[in-house]
C-alpha cells in the first residue's frame, strides 16, 4: 500500500509546533490590539476576477486555481482543447482560486462593505494564503500572513505607529531586527530623471535584488530591460549611497532636485524620522534605497525587516498603498499595512532558541489511574481543579506506573498526582515533581497554590 504524503511545499504540525505557533500568533495579535487594531477573516477561496491581475505577472502565474465544480470542461469545445491554451483554458475551466496574500482580499472586503466601515478603518487578519512556488528553505506553498492595515487615512502617524508595531513585536520575541525603509516616491523620482520614467517596474524589481545578486547583475537585468546604459550609469551613485540617515536625504534631495515626485518621496521619509526619533525603539531604523518590495500596488513608503542574528530573508515587509480599492471601483482609499511572516519568525526563535520554555506543555497536572475505586474518586476532584484553571488529565486505563509515567515524561507534564487507598482514606494527594522527581502529600488546595505559581 502506498504511504500517505502531503503537497510539496506544506506541512503537518504537531503539538508543540502548534504551541510554538500559537505563540506567536497570540504575541503578534496583543500587539496589534494594544494600537487599536480589529479582527477580520476572509474566505481561502475568491473569485479568480478578484486576484488577477493585482499582483503582476509573476503573481498571476504563482495563484493556485480551482477547477469548476461538477463538469468543469463544460465550456470548452474540441478547437479549445487541441489549441492547448493553458491560459485561455484556465480561465474556461476555473473561477475562483485560493488567495494569495491578505491585502487584495482586504481591500475587495473594504470596498464590499463601505457602508459599515467607519474609516479609518484598522484591521488585523491572521490567516493562510497559498502560492504555486517552488519550495525551498523559508518559503512554502501554504503559508500564514499577519497583517495589520489602516486604510482611509493619508497620515504619515499610521506609519510612524505600524514601525512602533513592528519594534515591541520583535522585542517581545526578543529578536533583534533591523527596520528598512525606502518610499517608492523616491524610486519614481530616480526612474523620471535617468529617463525611464515607464520602466519603474522593471527598474524596482531589478534593485530590489540588489542585496541577492550584487551591482552588476543588477546593471545586467536592467539592460536586458531595455534600460539605456546612460540611464544605468546615472543610477550607480544612488545603487551607492553611504552615509547617516540624514546625510542619505540630504544626498537626495540634491539628487531629485527636478522631481517634484521624488522630492515629496524624502519629504515623507524626514516626516518619519523626525517622529520615531522622539521614541525609544529598541531596534535600529534604516534607510535603503535598494528596497523595493517587488509587488506593484506600493505608492509611498516601504517597509522591511530583516533579522540580524539569522540568515535568512525578510521577515516583515510593508507599505503603504494609495489606490488599492481602486481596481475595485472605490477609488481614493489610500491604506497602509504591514505582515508578519509568521513561518520565518518560526524558524528564527527556533534558530535562536527563543520559545519560552513554558508553553509547550498542555496539561499541568496528570492523575496516575489505580482503578474504578479511585477514579470515582478523583473525578469531581478534577473538576475542581479545573475550575481554577489547572489542567489536568487522568491517564484513562489502570496500567503500569512505569507506563503512565512515562507518558506524563513525553508529554512534558510537570506534575504527577498519585492518589491510591491510603491517600483517600487521609484526604491527601501525593503529588511528584517530574523536573525533580521530589513527592510530597498534599491538599488540594496546596495543589492550586504549588501549580499556579
Not at 489602516?150 to 527596520?179: A, C, H, K, P, W
Not at 475542581?384 to 508529554?411: F, H, V, W
Not at 511528584?432 to 501549580?451: D, F, P, R, S
Request: proline share 4%.
Amino acid at each position: 500500500m502506498q504511504k500517505p504524503s502531503i503537497p510539496k511545499g506544506t506541512r503537518d504540525f504537531s503539538p508543540e509546533e502548534t504551541a510554538k505557533r500559537n505563540y506567536i500568533f497570540n504575541t503578534i495579535k496583543e500587539v496589534y490590539r494594544l494600537y487599536g487594531f480589529r479582527q477580520i477573516e476572509t474566505p481561502a477561496m475568491e473569485n479568480l476576477s478578484t486576484l488577477m491581475g493585482k499582483y503582476g505577472e509573476e503573481g498571476d502565474k504563482l495563484l493556485f486555481k480551482i477547477l469548476n465544480s461538477g463538469h468543469f470542461l463544460g465550456d470548452m469545445s474540441a478547437e479549445d482543447i487541441a489549441e492547448g491554451n493553458s491560459v485561455k483554458t484556465a480561465n474556461k475551466i476555473s473561477e475562483k482560486g485560493l488567495r494569495y496574500d491578505l491585502t487584495v482580499p482586504f481591500a475587495r472586503y473594504v470596498v464590499m462593505h463601505r457602508n459599515d466601515i467607519t474609516f479609518p478603518f484598522k484591521r488585523y487578519q491572521i490567516q493562510p494564503v497559498w502560492r504555486a512556488d517552488r519550495p525551498q528553505k523559508g518559503r512554502y506553498r501554504e503559508f500564514f500572513q499577519c497583517d495589520a492595515d489602516i486604510v482611509g487615512s493619508d497620515s504619515l502617524l499610521n506609519e510612524v505607529e505600524l514601525i512602533q508595531i513592528i519594534d515591541e513585536v520583535f522585542s517581545r520575541f526578543g529578536i533583534r531586527v533591523s527596520v528598512k525603509l525606502n518610499n517608492r516616491k523616491i524610486l519614481a523620482g530616480i526612474a523620471e530623471i535617468i529617463g525611464e520614467a515607464d520602466k519603474i517596474t522593471d527598474i524596482t524589481v531589478a534593485i530590489d535584488k540588489l542585496d541577492k545578486i550584487g551591482t552588476e547583475k543588477v546593471n545586467e537585468e536592467l539592460a536586458s530591460k531595455g534600460v539605456t546604459p546612460d540611464a544605468i550609469e546615472m543610477l550607480q551613485p544612488i545603487l551607492r549611497l553611504s552615509g547617516s540617515i540624514r546625510e542619505k536625504l540630504e544626498t537626495l534631495k540634491e539628487v531629485l532636485v527636478s522631481s517634484p515626485t521624488g522630492l515629496k518621496g524624502v519629504e515623507e521619509l524626514e516626516y518619519i524620522f523626525d517622529k520615531t526619533d522622539l521614541l525609544s525603539l529598541e531596534n535600529e531604523l534604516t534607510l535603503d534605497l535598494t528596497l523595493a518590495r517587488g509587488l506593484n500596488y506600493y505608492t509611498g513608503a516601504i517597509i522591511e525587516v530583516k533579522a540580524l542574528d539569522a540568515e535568512i530573508g525578510s521577515i516583515t515587509g510593508g507599505g503603504r498603498y494609495d489606490n488599492l480599492t481602486g481596481i475595485f471601483g472605490l477609488p481614493g482609499v489610500s491604506g497602509v499595512g504591514i505582515s508578519f511572516g509568521a513561518d520565518r519568525i518560526y524558524d528564527v526563535l527556533n534558530q535562536l532558541n527563543l520559545f519560552p520554555k513554558d508553553f509547550v506543555h498542555a496539561t499541568d497536572l496528570l492523575f496516575v489511574n489505580f482503578g474504578e475505586t479511585e477514579t470515582t474518586y478523583l473525578l469531581p476532584l478534577m473538576q475542581q481543579l479545573r475550575s481554577t484553571g489547572i489542567r489536568c488529565e487522568l491517564y484513562p486505563d489502570p496500567t503500569k506506573m512505569k507506563k503512565q509515567m512515562s507518558y506524563a515524561d513525553s508529554n512534558r507534564i510537570p506534575f504527577v498526582a498519585i492518589v491510591g487507598e491510603n491517600e483517600i482514606k487521609e484526604g491527601k494527594i501525593t503529588l511528584k515533581n517530574m523536573e525533580t522527581g521530589e513527592q510530597k502529600a498534599v491538599t488540594l488546595q496546596e495543589i492550586i497554590n504549588e501549580i499556579n505559581n
